[in-house]
C-alpha cells in the first residue's frame, strides 16, 4: 500500500544507502580488499539512487494521487 509513510521511508532508504556508500568508500581506501570494498560501495550509491528515483515515481504518478492528498508535509 502506498502512504506518506512509504514515501518518507524510501527517502530515508535513499539517504542512508547515499552515506553508507560513502562510508564504505572512504573505508575502502584503506582495507586489505580495497576493490571488492570499492565495488559494495558504489552499489549501495547506485541503489540509493534507484530508490529515490522509485520513490520520485510514485509521486508524481496519476493512479497515486489521492493517497498522497492527505499527507501533513
Keep these: 500500500m502506498i502512504s506518506c509513510t512509504t514515501l518518507r521511508s524510501t527517502v530515508v532508504l535513499s539517504a542512508g544507502l547515499l552515506l553508507s556508500g560513502i562510508l564504505l568508500l572512504l573505508i575502502a581506501e584503506s582495507a586489505a580488499l580495497p576493490v571488492p570494498t570499492?565495488?559494495?560501495?558504489?552499489?549501495?550509491?547506485?541503489?540509493?539512487a534507484v530508490a529515490l528515483g522509485l520513490g520520485f515515481a510514485l509521486a508524481i504518478s496519476p493512479w497515486s494521487r489521492h493517497y498522497f492528498d492527505n499527507c501533513e508535509h
Design 38 to 48: 570499492a565495488h559494495i560501495a558504489l552499489l549501495a550509491v547506485l541503489g540509493g
